[in-house]
């Protein structure tokens, strides 16, 4: 018995041994055909074509109000981007230049950050910031901009002598200096272009090398500047911002700036996919599929309810256009806020001036940020747009303080609800301040007797002027701080500050 089994194991062991051997021949038969027979052919295929990542940016999550309106949401669009090839400067220039001609044809805009104009010469910026990037760039001080122009155009070896498409070649390499591209990562020409600008690109693909045309999210504001202070805005990350978060951001990735955008970032944020790229040596794309799909952020419900915002600012806005034509001054700021008295849910918050959320989606141009915040060349800058002065202008409460001041009044015991006060027109505080009631300034006379309840009614300065003064700074002060005020409420919102009580 033990013979036979143990010829059946020595079978076994020379069939297995032989297969071995058979699997062994093939395999080196088979890299002898891949290196020796046909390796050439690999080589020159190898060499001739490069497999890119490039990222599959996730949508952000809608900005909702309580009914579930959008009042900032993501659409899908096409963004131009451009990868580093084999390709000589000359090429190059030339290749952005049919770029920038296809965009205009269809009124498509592309990134220029370039500060200077041609025909005629000038700075798109202020001295100050012309001081500064001179000094960035290493150029004289005292260099026109003219001299600059030409300085740019001498450095990236522009042959063209058409000082319009000279200017177009150097905004977008003086882009690609500012933000870097390589074979692996691409530079952003353009975001959200159009279907024809799409078409003509696709077409001429072979006329392109390196340029890849991506699917992207882009970031919209339906109503335009409605809630513009609350919502805030997106923009590229920076620089610092990358260094901190680059284990979850990309060097072109869109983040939260400001309000909601950047308070509830983490949330609105989705995470990237990944597709792979296959390009030939010069550029020209082969192929393209998606190895990781993109994940969309979540959305975001606010208290906000969007008509009554828009109720809220366009009240606002009469307001002061009736101010500025009856009082003939111009009015430079103003805010106005609806909320549950019983729960604190803010339900509309308006800021006077305001500005549009989606200028700064796709990147904000410099003219359109120098009307934003160059209060040297702009009226508009110089009231301040971004500041939301619901929350972050600590000025005086004004006539609203009166409430408070009924309240203390009446708790500590000074007034009753049925006493009433003689208003005469002119206070008669000390020897050296008497104010007016302002229906003196306007008529020359005073309410007469009023108790608590008409002098809110008619928000009579004098009769709280004297509760003021019986009550005392003391319990002004108790009261005030014991309702809230001259503290910060703790809102979602960046830049709150505590208000002034006087």
């Not at 009914?67 to 190059?92: H, W």
């Not at 990037?133 to 122009?149: L, R, V």
């Not at 700021?333 to 006077?352: I, N, P």
């Not at 989606?358 to 990147?363: I, K, L, R, S, V």
Request: with cysteine.
């Amino acid at each position: 018995m033990n013979n036979v089994r143990d010829k059946k194991i020595k079978l076994r062991y020379n069939i297995a041994s032989a297969l071995i051997y058979i699997v062994g021949i093939i395999i080196l038969i088979q890299l002898f055909n891949l290196q020796i027979v046909h390796g050439k052919d690999y080589r020159e295929q190898s060499n001739k074509r490069l497999t890119r990542e490039s990222t599959l940016e996730a949508a952000r999550g809608n900005i909702l109000d309580q009914s579930g309106n959008k009042l900032a949401t993501t659409t899908l669009g096409y963004s131009l981007e451009l990868y580093k090839t084999k390709i000589d400067n000359n090429t190059l220039n030339n290749t952005l230049l049919k770029i920038t001609k296809i965009l205009e044809a269809n009124s498509d805009t592309y990134i220029d950050t370039f500060p200077i104009k041609v025909d005629p010469f000038e700075f798109k910026i202020g001295e100050e910031s012309q001081k500064e990037w001179k000094k960035q760039n290493n150029i004289d001080q005292n260099k026109t901009a003219e001299e600059c122009f030409y300085i740019f155009k001498q450095k990236y070896k522009i042959e063209n002598e058409n000082i319009l498409e000279t200017r177009k070649i150097i905004t977008l390499r003086y882009a690609i200096s500012q933000n870097g591209y390589s074979n692996t990562r691409a530079f952003e020409i353009a975001n959200n272009i159009s279907s024809n600008s799409l078409a003509q690109l696709n077409e001429q693909n072979a006329d392109f090398p390196g340029v890849n045309v991506n699917t992207k999210p882009i970031r919209t504001y339906p109503s335009k500047s409605l809630a513009s202070h609350i919502l805030g805005y997106v923009g590229k990350i920076s620089p610092k911002q990358y260094e901190e978060k680059k284990d979850t951001y990309d060097q072109n990735d869109i983040i939260g700036k400001t309000g909601i955008e950047y308070i509830m970032e983490q949330y609105l944020k989705g995470k990237n996919g990944i597709k792979q790229i296959d390009m030939a040596v010069d550029g020209t794309i082969t192929d393209e599929y998606v190895s990781e799909e993109a994940i969309a952020g979540s959305d975001v419900i606010l208290t906000i309810d969007a008509n009554l915002q828009q109720v809220t600012e366009n009240t606002l806005k009469s307001s002061i256009q009736s101010i500025e034509n009856s009082e003939k001054i111009q009015v430079t700021g103003a805010s106005a806020v609806v909320m549950k008295v019983k729960t604190g849910e803010v339900l509309a918050m308006a800021s006077y001036p305001d500005f549009e959320p989606g200028d700064f989606a796709g990147g904000i141009t410099i003219e359109k940020w120098n009307y934003y915040t160059d209060e040297q060349q702009s009226a508009y800058a110089r009231m301040h747009p971004f500041v939301n002065r619901a929350i972050s202008s600590p000025s005086s409460p004004g006539s609203t303080y009166k409430m408070v001041t009924a309240i203390t009044g009446l708790e500590s015991g000074v007034i009753t609800t049925k006493e009433k006060i003689n208003d005469v027109g002119i206070y008669k505080f000390s020897s050296d301040y008497n104010p007016k009631c302002w229906i003196y300034q306007s008529y020359g006379r005073g309410h007469g007797y009023l108790n608590v309840t008409d002098a809110i009614v008619h928000s009579c300065n004098y009769f709280f002027y004297e509760v003021g003064n019986r009550a005392g700074i003391k319990n002004l002060a108790k009261y005030t701080l014991g309702l809230g005020l001259g503290k910060k409420t703790g809102i979602e919102l960046l830049g709150e500050e505590a208000r002034i009580c006087s």
